[in-house]
């Protein structure tokens, strides 16, 4: 990375093109693969960070002589935070890009953690899982920007590098909580701030070049912001996308929060058996997120969708009807599929509104994040009355709105002469 008095070789040499005031990429700008793994690297830490929270639930129960309903609060406050605030940061970010609120949101996942290591009663607690969820909607919009900054044209590749750092956060951090928190107590969990501070350190130098781009931008013609297509087609296009994610996220919902249940009860498995089923689940949806983006640099962002959406169904239809071998088999080329649908549906969200880059990352991963929580809490209903073979006979249907992906403008709308 580049001192702070010094730009970047890769941004003095190169014209990013502009939004109104948000900078844009050239597509013939050499990619900043050094920018882009730090931002990575960073969404990790933070999701290993947010990850944490569910982890000591039991912890927090016992500790608080909680009921369901707090502990629903605290994920409220938590979700509620990171979602809905989300969208706002991005949609402020566009007209007015912030460096210095990377290193400011990892500080406040900073003091979440230590409310939540130190809290003396349950009012505390709340505010830490709002401060975490705070800097989680910082966070996302920025650094979403930055990764497609750096991208030199290379979207979803950026796009998928960034967000393959929050699975594998996702997936460390309840191992983290297990081996350090659970024996070591409630206050170990402020031994996590490290994390935060060196996420912070990271973020800092990373300022200096989304500063350093800014600077270089300025005085350079704006790229146009017109829409591609007519305004009600992005509408119509977008709410689809959404309809996809939704899709999606519910699915994943269903996999991450009860597939280790439905496992124990379907094969009788041992909690350690069905862990490493789930982490096989949570390795291919890794790998699927890493390659989605290249896939769709290569082939196109809608490709992938029609694929990764709609072209998982077969799988799931036969993931409730097959034995155990085949339930890993299925699971995992189910989790690589799916997963790479969403670097593609970013990156061509990202096109239908061009510069709004920050606005469609916060809509995208507030989305996400959101119906994720919503969605897991509906099936532990449906699955408490009707049994969890029935919460996968329901969703193995979900990708079937994937057909909804014919109602998407082509690449050549998007991109005349591409």
């Known amino acids: 990375m580049s001192e702070p008095n010094q730009r970047p070789t890769h941004v003095r040499k190169t014209r990013a093109m502009t939004t109104a005031p948000a900078p844009q990429v ?32 039991p912890m927090l129960k016992d500790d608080f002589q909680l009921d369901y309903w707090q502990i629903g609060l605290l994920t409220t406050c938590f979700q509620g935070t990171a979602s809905l605030l989300q969208p706002a940061v991005g949609l402020f970010t566009d007209r007015k890009p912030l460096p210095k609120s990377l290193p400011i949101g990892m500080g406040a996942t900073f003091f979440g953690l230590i409310l939540l290591a130190f809290a003396p009663n349950y009012p505390m607690l709340l505010a830490g899982a709002a401060l975490i969820g705070v800097g989680s909607a910082i966070f996302h919009p920025e650094a979403s920007r930055v990764a497609r900054m750096a991208s030199g044209g290379r979207f979803g590749l950026a796009q998928s590098l960034f967000q393959v750092g929050g699975n594998f956060g996702t997936a460390i951090g309840p191992l983290l909580a297990a081996f350090i928190v659970v024996p070591l107590g409630r206050p170990s969990v402020a031994a996590f701030c490290v994390i935060a501070l ?12 989304y500063a350093a781009a800014l600077t270089d931008a300025k005085g350079r013609k704006p790229a146009s912001t017109a829409l591609p297509v007519a305004r009600n087609r992005v509408i119509a296009a977008l709410v689809v996308l959404a309809l996809l994610s939704f899709s999606k996220n519910i699915y994943m919902a ?38 989605g983006g290249p896939i769709g640099d290569r082939f196109g962002t809608l490709t992938v969708i029609w694929i990764s959406v709609l072209g998982v169904l077969p799988f799931t239809l036969l993931l409730p009807h097959v034995g155990l071998f085949w339930t ?13 649908a969403f670097p593609a549906i970013v990156v061509f969200a990202q096109e239908l509104v061009p510069g709004r880059v920050g606005m469609v990352a916060g809509i995208f991963f507030g989305f996400a994040f959101g119906m994720g929580g919503i969605a897991a809490a509906v099936l532990g209903i449906l699955a408490d009355s009707h049994g969890i ?24 709308l998007l991109r005349p002469g591409a």
């Open 328 to 340: 890993g088999v299925l699971s995992v080329i189910i989790g690589f599929i799916l997963a790479s």
């Open 254 to 291: 269903s996999i991450s929060s009860y597939y280790t249940f439905y496992l124990i009860e379907t094969f009788s498995l041992t909690t350690q058996q069905s862990q490493l089923m789930l982490f096989l689940f949570l390795g291919a949806v890794a790998l699927g997120t890493v390659l």
């Open 198 to 209: 060196i996420g912070m350190a990271i973020l800092n130098r990373v300022s200096y070049w």
């Open 389 to 412: 073979r029935t919460v996968y006979e329901l969703c193995a249907w979900l990708p079937a709105i994937g057909l909804l992906t014919i109602f998407l403008p082509s690449k050549k």
């Open 26 to 57: 050239n597509p013939v700008q050499s990619t900043a693969f050094a920018i882009i793994l730090s931002i990575s690297l960073c969404h990790m830490l933070n999701d290993i960070m947010q990850s944490l929270l569910s982890a000591i639930y």
